[in-house]
Nanobody, 119 residues
């Protein structure tokens, strides 16, 4: 099982980035996908989530109106389009996959990609 994030980097305030998370080793289309982030000295926090079919999306208040989560099940990839970036968006962004059955919960994490918003 692998989740590989990419697309992070250094961007100026007000700029945009698109993060990608490529999945392999499991049935991607059966999993809800989410993005989390962790800033230095802070707890990991939820950013956005999308259901397995893409039919429903959810955002943290900090992301609403600026970030868009999407997925392409044919490419086993989930995306996070980030616009109007602020210095407080600086963090390592992690991709998360989740599937719950009656007996078991399956979840996987990526290794993270650094996003730095600075002038």
């Amino acid at each position: 099982v692998q989740l590989v994030e990419s697309g992070g980097g250094l961007v100026q305030p007000g700029g945009s980035l698109r993060l990608s998370c490529k999945a392999s080793g499991f049935t991607f289309s059966s999993y809800a996908m989410s993005w989390y982030r962790q800033a230095p000295g802070k707890e990991r926090e939820y950013v956005a989530g999308i259901t397995s079919t893409g039919g429903s999306r959810n955002y943290a208040d900090s992301a609403k109106g600026r970030f868009t989560i999407s997925r392409d099940n044919a490419k086993n990839t989930v995306y996070l389009q980030m616009t109007s970036l602020k210095p407080e968006d600086t963090a390592v962004y992690y991709c998360h996959a989740l599937r719950r059955s009656i007996a078991t919960t399956y979840d996987y994490w990526g290794q993270g990609t650094q996003v730095t918003v600075s002038s």
